[in-house]
DNA sequence: CTGGATCCCTCATGATACTG
DNA sequence: CAGTATCATGAGGGATCCAG
């Protein structure tokens, strides 16, 4: 991992930005974050959002998310079973931050919602990448 | 460690919050940049700014930050070694990014506001303040 | 469908010492 | 001052199987 496990209590001596990070912290935070923005979506909803994040770690990440405040999880007690997760009032705050980390991407990484590539992408792994 | 190691030729399929979020890994990226914004420093004076980074971490980091052309380093052959590190036109361009990611930090964790930041105090002392 | 439980292993980070 | 060079570590992350 990267920044201390996001706890509001805990000591960020004078960096705003590394305590926003470590909420963001884990290899898929940010791009959960980026989906629920668009509303609530299920578990196997946000697997496919994540083409390449294993079962375990979407299921960790999303408990760390909802520790951190910043996701709710709803559980209906049904067959099949059916598990919720949607943004909370703290989680959408974040929107102007997840929103300018898109924008950048966007503009800097020719990465297209699409999932299209441009530019400085290497050819051979996106090449490998469509090929597969 | 967050996210793969910042390189274009990694697979983001559609997602610019992970492209974006792939600049920023490792533990000290965002802080780094953070401090950058301000204008350049010298290696030593990034030292103090991040009170709990060693020397070898802060090394890596700002080597990736170099590769990644977010990061200028420039090395003055005189003696004492002089080495300036400044943000490049495309870091400059993260400047959104890191000012929400600040602002949300400054928001929601208890941070000073403004300017004064903690970080030039010792982690000693500022953790004798917290308990005290 | 939505996970939990295990095994395993890489790698990012840390500590320390040395150098031009 | 601004780094390298080594060595050690442990937690993050992947794969797989099991379960309500």
């Given amino acids: ?9 805990s000591n960020f001596p004078g960096c705003p930005v590394e305590a926003t990070l470590s909420f963001l912290d884990g290899k898929w935070k940010g791009v959960i974050l980026f989906h629920l923005m668009g509303g609530t979506l299920r578990f196997n909803e946000l697997r496919r959002k994540l083409p390449s994040v294993t079962q375990r770690m979407l299921t960790k990440q999303l408990r760390e998310l ?17 598990v919720d997760y949607a943004l909370t009032p703290l989680g959408l705050t974040l929107r102007p931050v997840i929103e300018a980390l898109a924008a950048w991407g966007e503009e800097n990484v020719s990465c297209l919602p699409e ?7 290497s050819d051979v792994s996106v090449t490998a990448a469509i090929k597969a």
């Fill in 1 to 9: 991992m990267s920044l201390s496990r996001a706890k509001l209590t």
């Fill in 66 to 82: 909802e520790e951190s405040g910043l996701v709710s999880r709803t559980v209906f007690p049904v067959v099949p079973p059916r």
């Fill in 115 to 121: 999932g299209r590539y441009l530019g400085e992408v």
